[in-house]
């Protein structure tokens, strides 16, 4: 499984984004990210969130593209329209795209 997240936006206008293959991962962390995945039921999300966002401050948004075996998915989000079995998967991808922008400093 592949995953590729990406987050824009925000008061400061932060971007991140990284690409996992779970096939590089330890098992452990492989196993933890599939279970958020399915948490998630990541494949049964819609693509886009339809709710309006007209007055909304400034917010987080999201892109998570998902490719597993034979299927890909992907999800465009926001903190505001974001469902809330999302909300671990996200805030893991957070942590790694973080952590990896650190390493790269």
């Known amino acids: 499984m ?3 997240f ?3 936006g ?4 932060i ?3 990284i690409s996992i293959d779970i ?3 330890s098992p452990d962390e492989a196993s933890k990210l599939q279970q958020l995945v399915e948490d998630a039921k990541f494949f049964e999300l819609p693509e886009e969130s339809s709710e309006s966002l007209q007055h909304s401050a ?3 948004e999201y892109k998570i593209t998902i490719e597993a075996k034979d299927r890909k998915h992907d999800v465009k989000t926001t903190d ?3 469902q809330s079995n999302l909300a671990p ?5 957070r942590k790694r795209a973080l952590k990896q922008k650190d390493e790269q400093l």
């Open 2 to 4: 592949k995953i590729y």
């Open 6 to 8: 990406e987050q824009s």
């Open 10 to 13: 925000g008061i400061l206008g």
């Open 15 to 17: 971007d991140s984004n």
């Open 23 to 25: 096939d590089y991962l």
């Open 58 to 60: 400034d917010y987080f």
């Open 80 to 82: 505001i329209t974001m």
């Open 89 to 93: 998967l996200i805030r893991y991808l």
